[in-house]
C-alpha cells in the first residue's frame, strides 16, 4: 500500500514563502520521479515541478520556473517544494505524486499514485 501525505500549506501574503513537504510509504522502491501538481478552484489540475529520484534532475512548469524549488529527503521517503515570492495566482490545492516511470513524468504524465491535498492560500 502506497501513501502519499502532503504538509506545509497554509495562508500566506503574496512575496511570502512556503515549503510543502511529502511523506511517502509503502512500496517507494518503485518510484522512478515524484511531482507536484495544483489545482485552483474551477480549474484543471495543472502540473507545477518534477524531480527523478536517481539523478535528482528538476522539472517546472514555466509559471513557477525561478520561483519555487524541488528537492528530495536523503531516504526516498521525502520531497520538498520550497515556494519563494508567492502570489494570488499561485492559490490552489497542492498535490504530491509518485511515477513508476512510465509517460513524459517530467511534463507532468505517468504518474500512478496521490496524495490528498494540502491547501495554499495566497492573499493579495
Known amino acids: 500500500q502506497v501513501q502519499l501525505v502532503e504538509s506545509g500549506g497554509g495562508l500566506v501574503q503574496a512575496g511570502d514563502s512556503l515549503r510543502l513537504s511529502c511523506a511517502t510509504s509503502g512500496r517507494t522502491f518503485s518510484f522512478y520521479a515524484m511531482g507536484w501538481f495544483r489545482q485552483a478552484p474551477g480549474k484543471e489540475r495543472e502540473f507545477v515541478s518534477a524531480?527523478?529520484?536517481?539523478?535528482?534532475?528538476?522539472y517546472y512548469a514555466d509559471s513557477v520556473k525561478g520561483r519555487f524549488t524541488i528537492s528530495r529527503g536523503n531516504a526516498k521517503n521525502l520531497v520538498y517544494l520550497q515556494m519563494n515570492s508567492l502570489q494570488p495566482e499561485d492559490t490552489a490545492v497542492y498535490f504530491c505524486a509518485a511515477s513508476r516511470g512510465g509517460g513524459s513524468w517530467y511534463k507532468g504524465y505517468g504518474y500512478d499514485y496521490w496524495g490528498q491535498g494540502t491547501q495554499v492560500t495566497v492573499s493579495s
Open positions: 524531480i527523478n529520484w536517481s539523478d535528482g534532475s528538476t
